[in-house]
């Protein structure tokens, strides 16, 4: 879950409204580009890889030879974030 925005309002003297806008990317499991695999991936990650040509049977091919993922925020557990402190409308 990544957070987007969030907007707060104030209502009267004492209590202020608070709208929290969040986007959602699911995770990855066992990614497997060329020989290489890659074992987890947070949905907003960014995975980035580098190609480079190769001779096999002498043949030119394009072979996956870094992979480096670049962890976008941080990770938290929303499950526990205000626990008790929000209330539905």
Do not use: C, H
Request: overall charge positive; aromatic content about 14%.
């Amino acid at each position: 879950m990544l957070r987007l925005k969030t907007y707060s309002y104030r209502r009267g003297d004492k209590a202020v409204e608070m709208t929290f806008k969040f986007a959602v990317s699911p995770n990855a499991w066992n990614i497997r580009i060329g020989s290489m695999l890659i074992p987890f991936k947070y949905g907003w990650d960014y995975l980035w890889v580098r190609w480079a040509d190769m001779k096999q049977n002498g043949v030119t091919i394009s072979a996956a030879i870094l992979r480096e993922i670049l962890r976008r925020g941080e990770n938290s557990r929303f499950a526990k974030a205000g626990k008790g402190l929000f209330r539905s409308r």
